[in-house]
T-cell receptor, first 112, second 118 residues
């Protein structure tokens, strides 16, 4: 599995757009990028997954440059409830079929 | 989406006792479930893979005789922490995925169980 590097923490204010970048220099051709969100004392929750360019859903957008060595999770207009830890994972698409390897994650703190 | 539950959500026990944690897939069948452990301010660490009808697969460094896993049905896996000690105090989380094409890229996690061993 490709190793991922994320900032340990980030701070933001309500209403701002937050971009969390994940580096994965050794990503393989068949690897996808998946992001999970974890609130305190809860299990992680799937946010988004992508392979290249841009993916958008009702929660977030995922931007992946052509070289795929990094990716950016974009959270539009964050609220206090977006305070959580965000994990970037890299691996083959079927992440639902196997155990996941979580890195250190990025702790996002949203201030009022 | 699919729902995975855990019980209990929180348990406090004395050192030396055994604690059983249940993980249930409420609206789907799961031949495979995963058990993770998370210490405060740290990431999730995989403990074992629970396989319905067969023995669990444990990660290196996880004592199989201490952390007993039973996956007796397609909707229930249990983790028993035997002879618990304070260092076993942690947040235990299970996960599973429905066997449908749409779930290939998404895993569903339980709400976790906070174990405190006094």
């Amino acid at each position: 599995l490709a190793k991922t590097t994320q900032p340990i923490s980030m701070d933001s204010y309500e209403g701002q757009e937050v971009n969390i970048t994940c580096s994965h220099n050794n990503i393989a051709t068949n690897d996808y990028i998946t992001w999970y969100q974890q609130f305190p004392s809860q299990g992680p929750r799937f946010i988004i997954q992508g392979y290249k360019t841009k993916v958008t859903n009702e929660v977030a957008s995922l931007f992946i440059p052509a070289d795929r060595k990094s990716s950016t999770l974009s959270l539009p207009r964050v609220s206090l409830s977006d305070t959580a830890v965000y994990y970037c994972l890299v691996g083959t698409r079927d992440t639902g079929r196997r155990a996941l390897t979580f890195g250190s994650g990025t702790r996002l703190q949203v201030q009022p | 989406g699919a729902v995975v539950s855990q019980h209990p959500s929180r348990v406090i026990c004395k050192s030396g006792t055994s604690v059983k944690i249940e993980c249930r897939s409420l609206d789907f069948q799961a031949t495979t479930m995963f058990w993770y452990r998370q210490f405060p301010k740290q990431s999730l660490m995989l403990m074992a893979t629970s396989n319905e009808g067969s023995k669990a697969t444990y990660e290196q460094g996880v004592e199989k005789d201490k952390f007993l896993i039973n996956h007796a049905s397609l909707t229930l896996s249990t983790l028993t922490v035997t002879s618990a000690h304070p260092e076993d105090s942690s947040f235990y989380i299970c996960s599973a995925s429905p066997p449908s094409a749409s779930s290939y890229n998404e895993q569903f996690f339980g709400p976790g169980t906070r174990l405190t061993v006094l």
